[in-house]
């Protein structure tokens, strides 16, 4: 069993910056490719950014590309994302998520942290 945990939220003006962590405990792999989703009220969750395990294949989607880096420390079981220049449109629940690889669907979620951007 493997438990994930975001933190970092928070209530930011649009422009601002965050970073989000997300730790993972009990039973771990830091072979495990790590993403982050957000869902927006009213709006079907979406991936935002994806890392491998060892860094060399990372995804973004496209509106936070530039904006948004995913980063990981595998001997922390812990995996970032450096929001900035942030935009109300950001504001969401964001979430972790981990699977061994593309191979398997993510299976492995934390409960969410919220991000608020105020215009």
């Known amino acids: 069993q493997v438990q994930l945990v975001e933190s970092g939220g928070g209530l930011v003006q649009a422009g601002d910056s965050l970073r989000l962590s997300c730790v993972a405990s009990?039973?771990?792999?830091?072979?495990?490719?790590l993403a982050w989703f957000r869902q927006a009220p009213g709006k079907e969750r979406e991936s935002v950014a994806s890392?491998?395990?060892?860094?060399?294949?990372?995804y973004y989607l496209d509106s936070v590309k530039g904006r948004f880096t995913i980063s990981r420390d595998n001997a922390k079981n812990t995996v970032y994302l450096q929001m900035s220049s942030l935009k109300p449109e950001d504001t969401a629940v964001y979430y972790c998520a981990g699977r061994r690889g593309d191979w398997e669907k993510y299976n492995y979620w934390g409960q969410g942290t919220q991000v608020t951007v105020s215009s």
């Open positions: 890392i491998t395990w060892t860094g060399g294949r990372i």
């Open positions: 009990g039973r771990t792999c830091s072979s495990y490719e």
